[in-house]
């Protein structure tokens, strides 16, 4: 485990573990998950919470435990201003005796009050999620990789609507469910989704993403990691992916230096 998330949840153990009413809130999701840059996957969560009942101060997001061993970092914050982060911590109850999920509290800056509506944005990255498929492919040729999912948004409480893009780029699609639009696949719209309830998909595809190109994203921002967060990775990852880069331009010098030579 990651010491950053273990301290995390050490924290979380001390912290405030009230009862979410999650009869009283309702929620409207919109996911979009980048699985185009081996070997980071991008979730993008926009939330809209509505509370019908009493005051609600925080939200419960949940991750699958697999999901979880791959996590590499995961923020929430309002709006689309990521600057305004919102304190987000490992919550160390679960819900309905589900066991399967691991469970983050997402505090809210001021308390949700009954028949008022709030919208954050919650985004995560994994690492080394997705699966070489088959594993025996041989790596000069395309790569065909396994994403594993589910067509919504998994909640802890009732789901009013939820719509989930999977951006799987220009390459080859083997296999899929939902609809085809492009470089994406789409699930839902999906209505009145019961907690805890979702559908497993899977999409089979070609990912012949370069190492390069997960240098290009950190450093655009599409994969920024968060101020002060896992820095020193951030750089191993930016070294292993030029020196790759490198290692590939004098690979091919040298080939270029042996091939015969035909004088004329």
Do not use: C
Request: net charge neutral; charged share 20%.
């Amino acid at each position: 485990m990651r010491a950053e998330l273990l301290v995390m949840f050490v924290m979380g153990l001390f912290y405030d573990s009230k009862k979410v009413p999650l009869s009283d809130i309702t929620v409207i999701t919109s996911r979009q998950i980048n699985i185009t840059t081996t070997p980071l996957s991008k979730y993008a969560l926009n939330i809209k919470v509505q509370n019908k009942g009493s005051d609600a101060t925080f939200f419960i997001h949940p991750i699958s435990k697999e999901e979880r061993k791959h996590l590499w970092y995961i923020i929430a914050f309002e709006g689309n201003d990521r600057k305004k982060q919102l304190q987000i911590l490992p919550f160390e109850e679960s819900f309905g005796g589900n066991s399967e999920y691991f469970y983050y509290k997402i505090d809210f800056v001021s308390a949700l009050k009954k028949d008022t509506v709030l919208e954050f944005q919650i985004e995560y990255v994994l690492s080394d999620y997705l699966k070489t498929f088959p594993a025996e492919i041989s790596q000069d040729r395309s790569k065909y990789v396994l994403w594993e999912g589910t067509s919504n948004y998994v909640s802890v409480y009732p789901i009013e609507n939820d719509q989930t893009t999977v951006i799987v780029g220009n390459g080859k699609v083997a296999s899929y469910t939902g609809t085809k639009i492009g470089d994406k696949i789409q699930y839902g719209p999906t209505k009145n989704i019961p907690p805890f309830s979702s559908t497993k998909v899977s999409i089979h595809f070609e990912n012949n993403v370069q190492p390069l190109t997960v240098a290009e994203k950190m450093i655009t921002n599409d994969y920024r990691l968060p101020e002060n967060w896992y820095k020193p990775v951030t750089v191993i990852l930016l070294i292993i992916a030029f020196a790759f880069v490198y290692y590939q331009f004098l690979a091919t010098l040298v080939a270029k230096f042996r091939e015969p030579h035909v004088s004329t």
